[in-house]
C-alpha cells in the first residue's frame, strides 16, 4: 500500500482538534500547497496508529515519502493471513520483501517483533537487568516513529543476544539451550564467573568455554532460537533467517519452524511467523501455499501464493537461482537387474525409508550392472572419492556370470553389492500377497518355480511385471520382509542418514 493511500489527520491550532474526515497523504500535500498548513502542522498516520493509544503525531515536513504500491496492500495480505500460523515472503534481490515486512510489523503491534536483518552482536557477560514489556513497547514506537519519518533504510534489530537471553524465563532458556544442541551438537548452560561467589555475573558456557568464543554463526542462531522461545512474542517476522547459518542448519531450522507439533513443544506462544528468505532451504515443501513470490515492478511490490510445483519450481530456479543437481539428486542409488526388481523395491524404499529419495535404477541383467556403473562414473567421477561411495548399491540374483570383484573395482564398495540366495526377486515377496493372486493358500506359494516366464499356478497365468505390480500394489509397512530384504533395507537407511 503506497503511502498516498493510507489515512492521515492533521492538527488544526485554529479549533485545537484533529481535523476529520481523514485525507491522503496526496491530500497533505495539496493542502501544504495551499497554504491550508504548514510544515510544522501536526499530522498523524491513523492507518498506523489504530490500536496504540498512545500513538504520537509527527511534523508534516518529517514525512518519508514512500512512493511503493503494495498488490495485494499489506493490510489485505496480513487478514489473508490472519489464521495461517506461516508466511513466507521469497524472490529476488531488491524485491521489497524486507519493506512488505516493516509494512506488516506496524500492523501486528507490540504483540509482534521484527528480527532484522543487522542481528549481529558479541556477549561475554550477562547484565541480569532484563528488558523490561515497557522498554519492547518503547521499541516498537520508535520503529512506527523511524519508518514515517527516516530518510535511511536501516535494519538494526532492537535486542542482542545478552538481552534475549537474560529476557528469557529459565524453562524457555532451557527449550533454547536444548535446540541448540540439537542442532550444533553443542552444550549450552548458565555458569557464573567465579563459582565461589552467588552474587558473580553469569555467563553462557558452551563445551565448557565462554560463549564469547563462540562463531558469530552460532551466536546468530541463538539471537534466533531465543526470540522465538520468548513468551511475549505471539508473532515473529524475521527476516533472512539463514545469514550466517549453514545448509544443514537451515534445513533443520526451516523443519523446527515448520512443524506444529515442535512449535507445540518447544514455543506454544507462537501463533504466526512472517519469513523474508533468499534460501531455498526455508521454503515450505509441505505446504506450498504458504510460500509467497515477492516482486516489484517499477514501483508496485507484487506478492502472490505459490499454488503449484510449477511454481515452487519457478521460485527456486528461476528467482532464487538454484541449480537442479543441488536439489534432486537422490540419498541413494540401487542397482537391480529387472523390471520386477525394480517395481518390487521402489515401492518397498518409498515405505520403508519415508522422506528420502532412493533411485532403483533397471540394468536389464545382470551382464548390464558394469556398464550402469560406468555411466555413473561418467557423472559423478571416481566413485570411491564422491558422496556416493557409500551410496551406491547393486543387487543380483544368485545365478550370476559377472564376477563380483570387477564390480567392486568399479567403486562400489563390497558391503553395498548384495547377493540373494535365490535366483529372483520373486521368492522374497511376502507370500501373503502372492497367495491371492493365484487363489490358493500362502503356503502353497513356494511350491512352484518362480522362474518360468510366465508364472503358472492354478490356471493363473502372471508375468513377472505383472505379479511384481500386484505386490506392490498391496505392500504395507505391516507386512513382515525377508530377512535378506530387511537387511538390505536397513544397509540403504544407514547410508541415507
Known amino acids: 500500500m503506497a503511502q498516498n493511500k493510507r489515512e492521515w489527520s492533521y492538527f488544526d491550532e485554529a479549533t485545537a482538534q484533529w481535523v476529520r474526515p481523514l485525507v491522503t497523504l496526496g491530500d497533505l500535500d495539496a493542502l501544504r500547497r495551499d497554504g491550508?498548513?504548514?510544515?510544522?502542522?501536526?499530522?498523524?498516520?491513523?492507518?498506523?496508529?489504530?490500536?496504540?493509544?498512545?500513538?504520537?503525531?509527527?511534523?508534516?515536513?518529517?514525512?518519508?515519502?514512500?512512493?511503493?504500491?503494495?498488490?495485494?496492500?499489506?493490510?489485505?495480505?496480513?487478514?489473508?493471513?490472519?489464521?495461517?500460523?506461516?508466511?513466507i515472503l521469497s524472490g529476488p534481490n531488491n524485491g521489497g520483501k524486507t519493506l512488505l515486512l516493516k509494512e506488516l510489523y506496524a500492523r501486528v503491534g507490540v504483540g509482534g517483533y521484527l528480527v532484522a536483518c543487522n542481528r549481529f552482536s558479541h556477549v561475554d557477560v550477562l547484565n541480569t537487568r532484563q528488558l523490561a514489556d515497557q522498554e519492547h513497547r518503547q521499541h516498537f514506537e520508535s520503529f512506527i516513529q523511524n519508518y514515517q519519518t527516516s530518510r535511511q533504510n536501516t535494519d538494526d534489530s532492537d535486542v542482542k543476544l545478552e538481552q534475549v537471553i537474560t529476557a528469557l524465563k529459565d524453562r524457555e532458556r532451557e527449550r533454547v539451550f536444548e535446540m541448540s544442541r540439537t542442532l550444533l551438537g553443542n552444550t549450552f548452560s548458565l555458569k557464573r564467573t567465579d563459582p565461589d561467589n552467588t552474587f558473580?555475573?553469569?555467563?553462557?558456557?558452551?563445551?565448557?568455554?565462554?560463549?564469547?568464543?563462540?562463531?558469530?554463526?552460532?551466536?546468530?542462531?541463538?539471537?534466533?532460537?531465543?526470540?522465538?522461545?520468548?513468551s511475549r512474542f505471539n508473532t515473529l517476522l524475521i527476516d533472512e533467517p539463514e545469514i550466517g547459518l549453514s545448509p544443514r542448519i537451515q534445513a533443520f531450522l526451516g523443519r523446527f519452524l515448520y512443524d506444529a507439533d515442535r512449535r507445540k513443544q518447544y514455543c506454544p506462544h507462537l501463533q504466526q511467523l512472517f519469513i523474508a528468505t533468499h534460501s531455498h532451504l526455508l521454503?515450505?515443501?509441505?505446504?506450498?501455499?504458504?510460500?509467497?513470490?515477492?516482486?516489484?515492478?517499477?514501483?508496485?511490490?507484487?506478492?502472490?501464493?505459490?499454488?503449484?510445483?510449477?511454481?515452487?519450481?519457478?521460485?527456486?530456479?528461476?528467482?532464487?537461482?538454484?541449480?537442479?543437481?543441488?536439489?534432486?539428486?537422490?540419498?541413494?542409488?540401487?542397482?537391480?537387474?529387472?523390471?520386477?526388481?525394480?517395481?518390487?523395491?521402489?515401492?518397498?524404499?518409498?515405505?520403508?525409508?519415508?522422506?528420502?529419495?532412493?533411485?532403483?535404477?533397471?540394468?536389464?541383467?545382470?551382464?548390464?550392472?558394469?556398464?550402469?556403473?560406468?555411466?555413473?562414473?561418467?557423472?559423478?567421477?571416481?566413485?570411491?572419492?564422491?558422496?556416493?561411495?557409500?551410496?551406491?548399491?547393486?543387487?543380483?540374483?544368485?545365478?550370476?556370470?559377472?564376477?563380483?570383484?570387477?564390480?567392486?573395482?568399479?567403486?562400489?564398495?563390497?558391503?553395498?553389492?548384495?547377493?540373494?540366495?535365490?535366483?529372483?526377486?520373486?521368492?522374497?515377496?511376502?507370500?501373503?500377497?502372492?497367495?491371492?493372486?493365484?487363489?490358493?493358500?500362502?503356503?502353497?506359494?513356494?511350491?512352484?518355480?518362480?522362474?518360468?516366464?510366465?508364472?503358472?499356478?492354478?490356471?493363473?497365468?502372471?508375468?513377472?511385471?505383472?505379479?511384481?505390480?500386484?505386490?506392490?500394489?498391496?505392500?504395507?509397512?505391516?507386512?513382515?520382509?525377508?530377512?535378506?530384504?530387511?537387511?538390505?533395507?536397513?544397509?540403504i537407511r544407514v547410508a541415507c542418514s
Not at 536389464?364 to 556416493?388: R, T
Request: net charge negative; hydrophobic share 40%.
Open 36 to 87: 491550508k498548513i504548514d510544515d510544522h502542522t501536526e499530522v498523524i498516520n491513523v492507518t498506523l496508529a489504530r490500536g496504540r493509544p498512545k500513538a504520537r503525531g509527527i511534523p508534516y515536513f518529517s514525512i518519508s515519502q514512500l512512493d511503493v504500491e503494495f498488490r495485494p496492500d499489506p493490510d489485505a495480505l496480513f487478514e489473508s493471513r490472519v489464521d495461517k500460523p506461516i508466511t
Open 200 to 230: 558473580s555475573p553469569f555467563y553462557v558456557d558452551m563445551d565448557g568455554e565462554n560463549l564469547r568464543y563462540g562463531s558469530s554463526g552460532t551466536r546468530l542462531l541463538l539471537t534466533l532460537l531465543g526470540i522465538i522461545a520468548d
Open 283 to 491: 521454503l515450505d515443501r509441505t505446504n506450498l501455499s504458504n510460500n509467497h513470490i515477492v516482486t516489484k515492478t517499477g514501483n508496485v511490490v507484487s506478492v502472490r501464493s505459490v499454488h503449484s510445483m510449477a511454481e515452487f519450481h519457478q521460485l527456486q530456479f528461476n528467482m532464487l537461482g538454484n541449480e537442479l543437481e543441488s536439489m534432486f539428486l537422490p540419498s541413494a542409488i540401487i542397482v537391480v537387474e529387472g523390471e520386477s526388481d525394480a517395481i518390487f523395491l521402489t515401492k518397498l524404499l518409498q515405505l520403508h525409508i519415508s522422506g528420502r529419495n532412493v533411485a532403483v535404477v533397471r540394468a536389464e541383467g545382470e551382464g548390464e550392472v558394469l556398464k550402469k556403473i560406468n555411466v555413473f562414473k561418467e557423472a559423478f567421477g571416481n566413485l570411491a572419492s564422491s558422496p556416493y561411495r557409500e551410496r551406491l548399491f547393486v543387487l543380483l540374483d544368485q545365478k550370476i556370470s559377472v564376477r563380483l570383484p570387477r564390480i567392486e573395482a568399479q567403486g562400489v564398495p563390497k558391503g553395498n553389492i548384495v547377493l540373494l540366495s535365490q535366483n529372483g526377486i520373486e521368492y522374497y515377496y511376502p507370500q501373503e500377497l502372492v497367495a491371492p493372486v493365484f487363489h490358493c493358500a500362502p503356503q502353497d506359494v513356494g511350491s512352484w518355480s518362480h522362474e518360468t516366464e510366465p508364472i503358472a499356478f492354478n490356471g493363473i497365468y502372471k508375468s513377472k511385471k505383472e505379479l511384481a505390480q500386484c505386490v506392490a500394489d498391496t505392500l504395507t509397512t505391516n507386512i513382515p520382509l525377508h530377512q535378506e530384504i530387511s537387511a538390505l533395507v536397513e544397509k
